[in-house]
């Protein structure tokens, strides 16, 4: 059966119900141009979805050399042909009539087209001056959690064996750096132990701080057909916001922001008070057990109510769910990566599964899940502050390895210290002794926090900076040479989502003008600049994706990440694969750690491990001395209180986060007119009682301030927990009437407000807590404020705000399987 329905106003669509154990329904999501038929699409290729970290698989239809619609694939693990609103229509960005078309270079302060040869020969010639000069650490590299592994494993090892700099690192560090962190912690690796398959056997889904509905929304529909099914799983979902995932929760707990971890210590309190422990497994599989009991002896419920906020009884349901469940999937994303204590607060989620022995079976695991589309990759190869195939690099034995790979000295690769990471990157920007910095796939004057800071670092004269973009954003408005690169669709490579499932993307159309992809960009710039091995021979190997691909393999044998038994022949196959997948799992793997943890012995494991509160780093013969049998580590840690608190002046927390139609910075998904239309501007959630107090109304224009800068927007007045402000970050410097208004408070970029903070463990922002006051700048006169009504933003008395509607333009076919169980 097929049914066509608004995917804006029904952003999930229709229901295809299904029993705890049963196979998940398919449902193939199809949407096309305007008058194209599914039978005048001349090609349907391959791809997945580059808008998150689902791994959505999908076909891109081609009429006549253009993109003309896209359709889920039915036969695909992750989706089962399923699209979330953003990818039905975000492919229609690839065709914007902005898109850079050719390299810019600055001349005479203002940027004017230029030409490859010119754009990369001032590139080369600035970084061998610097080489020449002050030397390889006054090159630094940023990059994405958005491009194909085979581009970040060219750049890791053009970065790390070419240039020798260890001062490369990936937005992911905004992103998913406390996903890695937390599971090197506690697993001794970094790798995602559960699958998204676990939904369909989980008697109990934990949320912590992810706001799945708007996130991952094809894994809501997963749980949201579950929860229609026989023997639904009950939900517990901790968040400040009234999310979808909240309203249909079992036990939704709202803490006061930044207290994460004394929830979770008094959760683990509880279930260790009511002996839902599994001792044998502990004793088997694990080191420090006693010192989490001790840590959280004295976590009661009643004592974490008083930091959190919240009722003790509530905390007692959210433990007994969590203690009582007989598969337990748990899901974290970003309030609790983005927020204090990160680390600490992902580290205890890990424990909650190990001390119930809650992993590596079906419905059993933790999602310690990813954001961007190919965070996983930047991780694994190395473009991010690790080492490629999660290497040690406080392991000279590890080190020597990967010289072996690329055929250098150990000693080419820096390994002092820890790579350096994006804060301190920009850091070193900002005092001068990062002279070139090389941007790509990422907008950094909108995502970083404290904007007035990133844009003066950028907009410094002794910084050569380098822009790879789509679009003409606001970071490669500061830059001296900006590159025109082709994106999704564009280019062929493969990417891995969050539960480690790889998709191969195949180009499916040529890219406007004299685009290229990154993959060609680097492997040109390791051309011109004759990177060699010790042999005297290229550094860089490869000249395709597939031979990049290959040579990734051979990187990646015998690590957690092994890839040696995927072939691109394998990947145009039904299914993603998950690895690890090689002699072992020749057909991937779809759990780890069944039998406890592998790689977590001193020799083989990615990190000897931090301080949990200072971050400071373990020796290696602390390392042994706590965890000889590589066991998994159970880390214990106190509450402390965030940094910043409410005061007199600023008396609310201001935490930011996403929407469902919008993709970070909007580069894309403002370029969409069904999404755009959805959610066009920034707004400003705030509770109906902090309203009142304040004489404030739905659609007021009001700013927003915190120490380092203001905001203005629209207030909704929405269920958020009181005291609370929520500000989605998507909004750069464009307003919706088109005009720009440049950097400076107050703007409409929720980063205006946010600090240069990070967590001590795994260096991520601290993007959700501040302290801000509020004050009206202008009544609504009858206008309301830009906000979805289908998600957290849904006004707390509809009616007097218009629904949410795509209308006929937004509408997209649902293909069902079994008519007969849709509802
Ligand atoms: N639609 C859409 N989907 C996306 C993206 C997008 O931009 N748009 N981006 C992708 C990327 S890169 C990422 S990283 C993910 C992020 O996905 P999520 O982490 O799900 O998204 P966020 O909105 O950043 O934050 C999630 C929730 O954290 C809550 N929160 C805030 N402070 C706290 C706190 O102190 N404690 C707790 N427990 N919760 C808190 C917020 O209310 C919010 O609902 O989404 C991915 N998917
Ligand atoms: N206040 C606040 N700030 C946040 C967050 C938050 O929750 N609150 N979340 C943080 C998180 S989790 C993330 S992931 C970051 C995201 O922050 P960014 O990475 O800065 O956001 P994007 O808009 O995705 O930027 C990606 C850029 O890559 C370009 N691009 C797209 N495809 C390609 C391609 O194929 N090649 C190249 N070279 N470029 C391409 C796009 O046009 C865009 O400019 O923001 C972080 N910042
Ligand atoms: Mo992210």
């Not at 329904?25 to 349907?44: A, K, M, N, S």
């Not at 145009?572 to 799992?585: L, Y």
């Not at 009504?789 to 069902?816: D, F, I, K, N, Y």
Request: proline letters at 7%; a negative charge; charged letters at 25%.
């Amino acid at each position: 059966m097929e049914v066509s329905v608004d995917r804006i106003e029904q952003p999930w669509g229709a229901r295809t119900p299904y029993a705890r154990g049963a196979a998940w329904p398919t449902r193939v999501d199809t949407f096309l141009d305007q008058g194209v038929r599914p039978e005048d699409v001349e090609r349907w290729v391959r791809a997945a979805s580059l808008l998150h970290s689902d791994g959505d698989a999908m076909d891109i239809a081609v009429l006549d050399g253009r993109m003309v619609g896209v359709r889920g694939r039915a036969p695909d693990r992750v989706n089962h042909g399923r699209l979330g609103p953003k990818d039905l229509f975000g492919w229609q960005a690839n065709a914007s009539p902005d898109r850079l078309v050719r390299p810019l270079v600055r001349e005479g302060g203002r940027l004017v087209e230029s030409d490859w040869d010119t754009a990369m020969g001032r590139i080369v010639a600035r970084s061998r001056e610097l080489l020449r000069g002050p030397g390889p650490e006054s090159i630094g590299f940023y990059t994405s959690g958005q491009l194909f592994l085979e581009e970040y494993y060219t750049l890791a090892t053009l970065a790390r064996a070419g240039i020798r700099t260890p001062h490369l690192d990936g937005n992911t560090r905004l992103c998913t750096a406390t996903a890695g962190e937390s599971l090197k912690e506690s697993f001794g690796s970094d790798g995602q132990p559960g699958s998204y398959d676990d939904i369909d056997h989980a008697d109990v889904i934990a949320l912590f701080g992810h706001n799945i509905a708007e996130t991952q929304p094809v894994q809501w529909m997963r749980v949201l057909d579950r929860l229609d099914g026989a023997d639904p799983p009950r939900l517990l979902c901790v968040d400040p916001r009234p999310t979808r995932v909240a309203r249909r929760a079992t036990v939704h707990l709202a803490p006061r922001l930044g207290t994460n971890v004394a929830l979770l210590n008094a959760l683990l309190h509880e279930i260790i008070r009511t002996g839902r422990v599994d001792h044998a497994y502990i004793r088997r599989n694990t080191v420090g057990f006693d010192a989490l009991m001790r840590e959280v002896d004295s976590c009661t419920p009643r004592w974490a109510a008083g930091i959190c906020d919240l009722p003790a009884a509530r905390i007692e349901e959210g433990a007994e769910l969590l203690g009582s469940a007989d598969r337990l999937l748990s899901t974290v994303l970003q309030g609790v990566y983005q927020s204090h204590q990160a680390t600490a607060a992902a580290v205890q989620i890990n424990n909650v599964h190990l001390i119930r022995g809650m992993l590596g079976r079906p419905g059993a695991g933790v999602l310690q899940m990813n954001g961007q589309p190919s965070a996983q990759n930047t991780r694994e190869c190395g473009a991010d502050g690790d080492l490629p195939g999660f290497r040690n690099w406080a392991n000279e034995a590890h080190v020597a390895d990967l010289a072996r790979v690329w055929n250098v000295e150990p000693a080419t690769i820096p390994h002092d210290g820890p790579p350096t990471h994006a804060m301190q990157i920009f850091r070193k920007a900002e005092e001068g002794s990062l002279r070139m910095l090389w941007i790509s796939g990422t907008n950094p004057a909108v995502s970083m926090p404290e904007l007035r800071r990133i844009r003066s670092v950028l907009g410094r004269q002794r910084l050569f900076t380098v822009v790879q973009d789509i679009f003409l954003t606001e970071t490669a408005q500061l830059a001296d040479v900006v590159l025109p690169a082709a994106t999704w669709g564009e280019k062929t490579g493969t990417f891995t989502n969050a539960d480690r499932t790889v998709h191969l993307c195949d180009k499916a159309v040529d890219p406007p003008g004299e685009a290229r992809p990154d993959f060609d960009i680097f492997l040109d710039y390791a051309r011109r600049m004759d990177f060699r091995d010790k042999s005297g021979g290229p550094l860089v190997t490869w000249h395709h994706p597939e031979s990049a691909f290959e040579a990734w393999k051979r990187c990646s044998a015998g690590r957690p990440c092994d890839y040696t038994g995927i072939t691109y022949a394998m990947l145009r196959g039904p299914s993603g694969v998950q690895w690890p997948c090689g002699e072992a799992a020749p057909a991937g793997t779809d759990r780890l750690y069944a039998d406890g943890p592998v790689w977590a012995a001193p020799d083989t494991c990615e990190t000897y491990g931090k301080d949990l509160m200072t971050g400071d780093a373990l020796t290696e013969e602390q390392y042994r001395e706590l965890n000889p049998h590589g066991k998994a580590v159970i880390k214990a840690v106190p509450y402390t209180a965030p940094d910043e608190m409410p005061t007199p002046d600023r008396p609310f927390q201001l935490t930011t986060g996403r929407t469902l139609y919008h993709f970070h910075t909007r580069t894309k998904t403002g370029r969409v007119p069904q999404l755009d239309a959805a959610a066009p501007d920034v707004w400003v959630e705030i509770n109906s009682s902090d309203a009142e107090a304040r004489g404030l109304e739905e659609g007021d224009l009001i700013e927003v301030g915190t120490e380092r800068g203001a905001l203005r927007g629209r207030a909704r007045i929405t269920d958020i927990r009181p005291g609370v402000l929520f500000v989605p970050f998507h909004y750069g410097y464009w307003d919706t009437e088109g005009s720009h208004r440049p950097g400076g408070s107050p703007g409409r970029a929720a980063n205006e407000t946010t600090a240069t903070a990070w967590d001590p463990v795994s260096k991520q922002p601290l993007f959700k807590i501040s302290a801000a006051q509020v004050t009206l700048v202008a009544r609504a006169e009858g206008r309301t404020a830009p906000a979805p009504t289908t998600t957290a933003s849904a006004p707390s008395r509809p009616g007097r705000v218009p629904a949410t509607t795509g209308g006929s333009s937004a509408h997209a076919t649902q293909w069902l399987e079994d008519t007969t169980r849709v509802k």
